[in-house]
Each structure stands twice: as structure tokens, then as C-alpha cells.
């Protein structure tokens, strides 16, 4: 704020554009940003508060468990579709009532993978060939009920060396009661989509 009318705005960004791998071709788009902006307030002026106006906040932490599915396309374009699932937990320790900063395990099979596989002449029915599991580190930034979470992972078990070792994830969730909340991710391998994962998860 440079006063009670006017107000100052900067900042950085990064837009990822895509399908999901839902349908291919999937180029996707990626475009940074920077912004600086300068803002005034009409009519009524910004008012301040008391710094004792907001309830004090106690950290705490809370482990979260969510299930979901998704359906990823191959090439070439039309190609067949499959079906992916994940379970996923995840600790977080809530920092103050916008933020919370945790870690987590996560297993997922895709079976997509069998499909790489079959293309390289590598058949299996096993599903331990096709299972992935990986640790990450995870952050949310909160709206009330939205919550935005963001996910640096990396494959601990993995047979496919398809996407490589490391994966991120970015999307919404929505706290519908209490503990359930829904949920819709784009799991990425850097920049590349994978699949959205669309599911409900449980936060303890």
C-alpha cells in the first residue's frame, strides 16, 4: 500500500496450458510472466485492522489420504485410452491459515505403462512391473474451503523408465464437509502432462 487510495502490485508467474494426455496430440502451452501493476481504490478508503481482530492461529499437524483415477490417451492421435490410479497420503503441518508445508508416499498404477512396454516388445502380467510408489514433498496454499496443492515427488520403485524418476503435481481441492474433500490434479513429469486424476480424499 503507498496509501490509503493507492496500492502497489509485482509479481511472477508460470501458466501451464493443457489436455491432461487426455487426448492427444498434447503440446501444451507454457508461458512466464512478470507483472507489476499500480491499483486505486474508489469511494470508501481501505480500512485497517487491529492486529488482535483475527482469533490467534494454532499449528497443528494432520495427515490426509486421498484416492483417485484418471485416463491418459497414447500416441498417435486416436489412439487408445487407459485407465490410471493412485492412492496417495500425505502429513501436513498447517503454518498459518493460508499455508501449510508436508510430505507424503504415494502409490499408483498406471496402465499406460504396460502399453510403452508392449511397444518395446516387453510383455508382463505382473502388476508389481507395473506399480510405481514415490516420496514427495508437498504444499497448499488455502482459500477457506479451495485449497491449492503443489507436489515435488520422486519414484522410489519404479520398472519403467518412462517420464523418468521425478514428479509434480498442481490442482484444486474443495473441503465439501469437515474431513472430504474433492479433488482434481494434473500429475506432470516436469513439463510434460500425464493425466488429470480426478478422486476424494479424507483430511484427519
Not at 57 to 70: Q, Y
Not at 154 to 166: D, L, V
Request: net charge positive.
Amino acid at each position: 500500500m503507498l496509501s490509503q487510495s493507492w496500492r502497489l502490485d509485482a509479481g511472477i508467474g508460470l501458466t501451464h496450458a493443457s489436455n491432461g494426455a487426455i487426448s492427444t496430440p498434447n503440446l501444451g502451452l507454457n508461458m512466464a510472466t512478470i507483472n507489476l501493476g499500480l491499483g486505486y481504490v474508489f469511494g470508501n478508503k481501505i480500512l485497517s485492522f487491529k492486529k488482535d481482530s483475527i482469533a490467534p492461529f494454532v499449528r497443528r499437524w494432520h495427515p490426509v489420504i486421498i484416492a483417485a483415477a484418471g485416463i491418459k490417451e497414447m500416441e498417435p492421435p486416436g489412439g487408445a485410452k487407459f485407465m490410471a490410479y493412485s492412492l496417495q497420503t500425505n502429513l501436513y503441518r498447517t503454518l498459518n491459515y493460508k499455508n501449510k508445508l508436508g510430505g507424503g508416499l504415494e502409490i499408483g498404477y498406471n496402465y499406460a505403462t504396460k502399453e510403452v512396454w508392449e511397444e518395446d516388445s516387453v510383455f508382463t502380467n505382473s502388476a508389481s512391473d507395473i506399480l510405481q510408489a514415490g516420496v514427495k514433498i508437498s504444499y497448499a496454499f488455502i482459500m477457506h474451503r479451495v485449497s491449492l496443492p503443489i507436489d515435488f515427488g520422486m519414484y522410489f520403485y519404479k520398472k519403467q523408465a518412462y517420464n523418468g524418476q521425478f514428479f509434480h503435481r498442481i490442482g484444486i481441492r474443495y473441503l465439501v464437509t469437515k474431513h472430504l474433500f474433492a479433488n482434481v490434479t494434473l500429475l506432470t513429469h516436469w513439463a510434460k502432462a500425464d493425466y488429470f486424476e480426478w478422486g476424494v480424499g479424507y483430511e484427519f
